[in-house]
């Protein structure tokens, strides 16, 4: 009996939200369309993810830079970081590859029915150019711009270079520290409460999205969904077991499952990574990475590291190949998919505003597929958004794990004290 309370405490916000997930899922398939009417419920859990997002990611990267004592370690966690992006991204294209080239995503009856969609005009922002792009990303004409969601990657600079200026500034710094200090903890005791009413609102949440999208699917579509929710699935059971066995050994792997679901099914209901920073960040730290690896990776990953929409960018070009009969086994077709689905993937988290349209013009214009149907390829990234979510929100966990191998070497489970939670010793009391 005693495992068994001590179960439901540690598992208690996962079996809540896995609860939730399957009431919501009922729901949504028995009143379908007319599920929509509690999908404001949903939408307030995600508006207050959303209005934390920017103090969040902020404080969490100013104080990180702020409260190094080694900026070497930083410089680490930095190279580290990026390192494992680019690793982790390759992979990811690459079982997207070698799961789709034998398999036909879309059937030859249903390549009329989807070329219907061809109708209609296509409209994309492609008029700037590389530069002009790279310093919309990073910034912003006007300081209300940095509260907004949408210029997190500004704000990572922003944020960045705040820290560097606190610490050049030294012990002058000090009482702006202990401000920023006492926020951050506010931040995320908003989060905890926020947590409270997480089940209800994953729950009308799943329930709206299960009515309308389930109701509206087409057959080809349904058959890309299906393949791609099974890769997925398997991507996410062996591929980061692997990755959380390379980084601490079976000990890494016992926390990673103790502590990644919450995340997990937070992505599948809400279908966005940035509702799950702080999740992701709080998992991180239970699973014993350090502070400043885990709020470090973590804001960044979110932006720059997407596994789910690394392995989509491969289906979006290999759907359309099948459609058009594209010869996929010229080697030279090979290394032109996975250049066009590493940079498409790239464009998805770099472009703050319309960054999937732009990705899926760079598929047709590299692929050289018609520009027509763009909205075929807006389909696809609409029926696979859930797992793809999912992968992205996971996978930025995972590079916390591996990050934290290369910082804090193999022995980090047990070494980092710091994140680990205290469990009272047994005296002679006790077993009285």
Not at 1 to 23: Q, R, S
Request: proline letters at 3%; aromatic letters at 10%; a positive charge.
């Amino acid at each position: 009996m005693k495992k068994f309370v001590n179960f439901l405490k540690n598992y208690k916000t996962m079996l809540l939200l896995i609860l939730a997930m399957i009431i919501g899922a009922v729901g949504g398939l028995i009143f379908k369309e007319d599920a929509m009417v509690v999908k404001p419920l949903g939408d307030l859990f995600l508006n207050l993810m959303f209005v934390i997002i920017v103090p969040l990611v902020f404080l969490t990267i100013s104080l990180a830079v702020a409260k190094v004592k080694h900026p070497k370690r930083l410089g680490k966690i930095m190279v580290s970081t990026v390192i494992i992006f680019l690793v982790t991204s390759v992979i990811a294209v690459g079982i997207g590859f070698l799961s789709t080239y034998c398999v036909d995503l879309v059937d030859k009856g249903d390549t009329a029915s989807i070329k219907e969609l061809f109708d209609g005009e296509v409209a994309s922002d492609t008029d700037l150019n590389f530069l002009e792009r790279t310093v919309q990303l990073i910034s912003v004409d006007d300081f209300t711009g940095l509260l907004s969601k949408e210029n997190v990657i500004a704000l990572l600079v922003c944020a960045l270079i705040v820290g560097f200026s606190m610490r050049m500034s030294k012990e002058k710094a000090e009482p702006l520290l202990k401000v920023m200090e006492s926020m951050h903890s506010v931040v995320f005791n908003f989060i905890k409460i926020t947590m409270y009413y997480a089940p209800i609102g994953i729950g009308c949440y799943f329930a709206s999205y299960v009515g309308s999208f389930g109701a509206s699917i087409a057959t080809g579509f349904l058959k890309t969904f299906i393949y791609y929710a099974l890769i997925a699935l398997i991507y996410y059971i062996v591929i980061y077991t692997l990755y959380a066995f390379i980084s601490g050994g079976t000990k890494a792997v016992k926390v990673w499952w103790k502590n990644i679901l919450p995340s997990t099914f937070t992505a599948l209901a809400t279908c966005s990574s940035a509702a799950c920073i702080p999740i992701n960040i709080d998992s991180a730290k239970k699973m014993n990475v350090s502070e400043d690896v885990a709020d470090t990776t973590i804001s960044l990953a979110t932006n720059l590291h997407q596994d789910g929409s690394m392995i989509g960018s491969v289906f979006k070009i290999m759907f359309l190949a099948c459609l058009f009969g594209l010869n996929t086994s010229d080697p030279g077709t090979i290394g032109q998919i996975l250049v066009t689905a590493l940079v498409a993937s790239v464009l998805i988290s770099a472009v703050p505003i319309g960054g999937g349209t732009i990705s899926e013009m760079v598929i047709i214009s590299m692929m050289g597929f018609p520009v027509a149907s763009l909205p075929v390829l807006t389909m696809v990234a609409t029926v696979i958004d859930a797992p793809a979510t999912a992968l992205n929100a996971v996978g930025d966990t995972s590079c916390s794990l591996l990050v934290s191998r290369v910082v804090d070497g193999k022995n980090w489970v047990t070494n980092n004290k710091t994140n680990i939670e205290k469990k009272p010793k047994k005296t002679e009391k006790n077993n009285i």
